[in-house]
């Protein structure tokens, strides 16, 4: 199993953009149904900063999902918009879940 941490911030003036970015690819991934994988996003406390969790099966899966064009589109506009801070990205050992995702 693959699992990834990424967090970032945004400038308030991206907030809404950022969300709806967000809602977009979220609804193409809930289209890929044979894929075995979970991806959650949340907002933080202070309303600017997002977290990002995911998990897939393998590599395979994982390069399939982060290939989605809206996903794609999500990341340049996240990026191009002026990010408080460069996205952290952390690899994450799984030690279990009461979520069955493989």
Avoid: C, W
Avoid at 18 to 44: G, R
């Amino acid at each position: 199993m693959v699992s990834v941490k990424v967090s970032y911030t945004v400038k308030q003036e991206f907030l809404a953009q950022n969300k709806q970015n967000i809602n977009v690819f979220l609804a193409d991934f809930k289209k890929l149904v044979d894929k075995n994988f979970l991806y959650n996003v949340y907002l933080e406390e202070d309303g600017l900063t997002f977290l990002h969790i995911s998990m897939y099966e393998n590599e395979e899966v994982q390069h399939q999902i982060l290939n989605v064009p809206s996903f794609l589109q999500f990341q340049k506009e996240r990026d191009d918009s002026g990010l408080e801070n460069t996205p952290k990205v952390e690899i994450l050992t799984s030690i279990g879940s009461s979520l069955r995702i493989l």
